[in-house]
């Protein structure tokens, strides 16, 4: 049986807009009936919030949780995520790689952009990572996630039903501006994520990485665009943990570790937002080698053997996000 990242997320979808108000969110339709969740524009959101968005992000694939951080860890609040379905939860749903992009005369004011990422991506399947996945949903409804300081303008949203093939009430929008609580945990809560996404483009086998779990440390929002962007980055880079499990030869998931770690870039030891800024706001003249979880297992259930390679670097998070009182 297939599963259907859409249907399996519905339920988390449908409590987030029945405890809107405990979540600290707001819910509002279009004309034609397309819910539009606004997760930290004009409210204040939640870490509680963000946490559920991350599971609806996982197409209900995935767990993410809040932990007290132990006084040696460095840091007080950190989120855990599991999967034991990464592949299609991660790249089939959570990851933000379906570019929407508008111009000012399509929406009538300014141009408009932003990466999609969550279970209705694979109704539209856009990207070519859905023919490698041979993967495409078929469910009658659709949630999607967009990092941004500001609602989709209209042309979007009609974009999406389109590529979608659905009809306005079938359709939920859910905004989270990374500057929010809920848009950074909800980032942070990718760390799995980001493991997955280097493990592809590593060229490691997806269908031999059969679960994951993962932990981050969960930074405070910037109001800082460009620094809130940063911490989640960091959080990630330099405070991300990551255990996959696979199947195979021992030589491939021996090179999946070493290979796997944010060390391996030659901008480690940078905050993500200063580097950010020195590229001229562009990602892809970062060093793709620093998108990547500071330190990471790899257990081969084939053998039993387990390697391990890089390091936290929480000294650099807490220069970054402490102050001394």
């Not at 932003?114 to 856009?126: F, H, I, Q, T, Y």
């Not at 003249?285 to 620093?290: F, H, R, S």
Request: charged share 20%; aromatic share 6%; glycine share 10%.
């Amino acid at each position: 049986m297939t599963l259907s990242v859409n249907t399996l997320a519905r339920p988390l979808v449908e409590r987030l807009l029945r405890e809107a108000a405990t979540l600290g969110v707001a819910v509002r339709h279009e004309a034609d009936g397309v819910c539009i969740v606004d997760a930290g524009l004009a409210v204040a959101g939640s870490v509680q919030a963000g946490l559920l968005v991350g599971e609806i992000c996982l197409g209900g694939l995935g767990q993410v949780s809040l932990r007290a951080g132990a006084a040696a860890s460095g840091w007080p609040t950190w989120l855990d995520v599991a999967s034991s379905q990464p592949v299609l939860a991660c790249l089939g749903s959570q990851y933000a790689g379906w570019s929407l992009a508008a111009t000012k005369e399509e929406t009538g004011g300014r141009k408009f952009f932003s990466l999609g990422s969550g279970p209705a991506r694979a109704l539209a399947a856009k990207e070519e990572l859905y023919k490698e996945l041979a993967y495409r949903d078929q469910a009658d409804s659709g949630v999607l996630v967009l990092e941004v300081d500001r609602e989709p303008p209209r042309f979007i949203i009609d974009k999406l039903l389109r590529d979608c093939g659905l009809q306005g009430p079938q359709l939920t929008l859910i905004v989270t501006p990374t500057t929010s609580l809920a848009g950074t945990t909800q980032v942070v809560a990718r760390v799995l994520e980001v493991a997955l996404h280097k493990a592809h483009e590593l060229g490691f086998k997806l269908q031999n990485i059969v679960g994951g779990t993962a932990t981050a440390p969960l930074p405070a929002p910037s109001p800082d665009g460009v620094q809130a962007m940063g911490r989640t980055n960091d959080a990630i880079l330099y405070g991300g943990q990551v255990q996959l499990v696979v199947r195979g030869d021992d030589a491939a998931a021996r090179d999946l570790a070493l290979r796997l770690p944010s060390r391996n870039a030659k901008e480690f030891g940078q905050s993500f937002a200063d580097l950010f800024v020195a590229a001229g706001y562009d990602f892809y003249k970062i060093d793709p080698a620093l998108f990547a979880p500071a330190e990471v297992w790899v257990s081969n259930l084939d053998s039993g053997n387990t390697w391990h390679a890089g390091a936290l670097d929480m000294a650099l998070l807490q220069r970054l996000w402490l102050q001394q009182a």
